[in-house]
Structures are given as C-alpha cells and as structure tokens.
Nanobody, 124 residues
Framework: QVQLVESGGGLVQAGGSLRLSCAASGRTFSSYAMGWFRQAPGKEREFVAAISRSGSVTYYADSVKGRFTISRDNAKNTLYLQMNSLKPEDTAVYYC?????????????????WGQGTQVTVSS
C-alpha cells in the first residue's frame, strides 16, 4: 500500500504560480512512477504530467508543456508539480497517482494509488 497526500493548492490570479506537493508513505516511494492528473467540474479526469522512478524521464500533456514542471525527491518521498503562467482553464482538483509502470499512468491514465486531491483555482 502507498498513501498519498497532496497539498499546495489554492486560489491564484491568472499568470501566477503554485507548487503542489504529494507526500508518500508506505512502500518504497522510489519503486513507483508518479503522475499528476486533474479534474475540472463537469469534465473527465485528465493526465497532466508523469515522472519515472528515478526522475530521469518526464511526460507532459500538451496543455501544460512549457508551463508546468514535475519533479520528485526520493529521499523525501515527495512528488512536486511546479505550475507557472497559470490560466483559468487550469482550475481543477489535482490528484497525484502512483503506479509501478509509467505507461499505465501516461497511456492508460490510471494508477494503483491515488491521493485525495487538492483544489487549484485560477481567477481571471
């Protein structure tokens, strides 16, 4: 079992920045590829970004490429999402997910373990 807890969400003006964190506990954090997803009201959950177990490989949705950066600190069992140049359309609940296979996260948009989510609201 892996427990995931997101934090760092909030209200920010368009053009601003936020940094989300996802603290992991339980099984070895470095054994899992990690990802960020988001779900806006009335919309399906969508993939945002993913990172390999070592952190050497990352993937991004086209909608966030160049604005968001995913990273991880395996010594601290923590995943991050630095979000810059935020837009109102980035408003959503953001979830972190863990899976032993990064393909499951990126291609199948699934994960074995999920956090409870953190709200990000971007005002225009």
């Amino acid at each position: 079992q892996v427990q995931l807890v997101e934090s760092g969400g909030g209200l920010v003006q368009a053009g601003g920045s936020l940094r989300l964190s996802c603290a992991a506990s339980g099984r070895t954090f470095s054994s899992y590829a990690m990802g960020w997803f988001r779900q806006a009201p009335g919309k399906e959950r969508e993939f945002v970004a993913a990172i390999s177990r070592s952190g050497s490989v990352t993937y991004y949705a086209d909608s966030v490429k160049g604005r968001f950066t995913i990273s991880r600190d395996n010594a601290k069992n923590t995943l991050y999402l630095q979000m810059n140049s935020l837009k109102p359309e980035d408003t959503a609940v953001y979830y972190c997910a863990a899976d032993q296979n990064i393909r499951t996260i990126v291609v199948l948009t699934r994960g074995d373990y999920w956090g409870q989510g953190t709200q990000v609201t971007v005002s225009s």
